[in-house]
């Protein structure tokens, strides 16, 4: 399956079981309901993130994303979807 990397400018805000359902998610290793797998997230000081991915496609990635309360707007978009 592809690897991806997707970076975000801004993360939306969320609160503390958002985040520790999404870091539970991950060390689970539990795909999305796309079969996205996360592998990591990497956030820095300014807020921005970079996501570590598998997924059959680019399109699974958007779409996982928007499962996980991240969906694509003004506040929080996904600026790049890299096949790595």
């Known amino acids: 399956m592809p690897n991806f990397v997707d970076y975000h400018r801004v993360l939306p805000l ?48 958007l779409q996982a994303h928007e499962g996980m309360k991240f969906p694509q707007g003004s506040e929080n978009v996904v600026e790049a979807v890299i096949l790595v």
């Not at 990591?40 to 990635?61: H, K, P, R, T």
Request: a negative charge.
């Open 14 to 61: 969320m609160t503390p079981q958002d985040v520790q359902d999404m870091v539970e998610k991950i060390r689970n290793g539990d795909p999305s309901q796309y079969g996205v797998n996360s592998w990591n997230i990497y956030v820095g000081l300014d807020g921005q993130a970079w996501c570590f991915l598998e997924a059959d496609s680019d399109e699974s990635v």
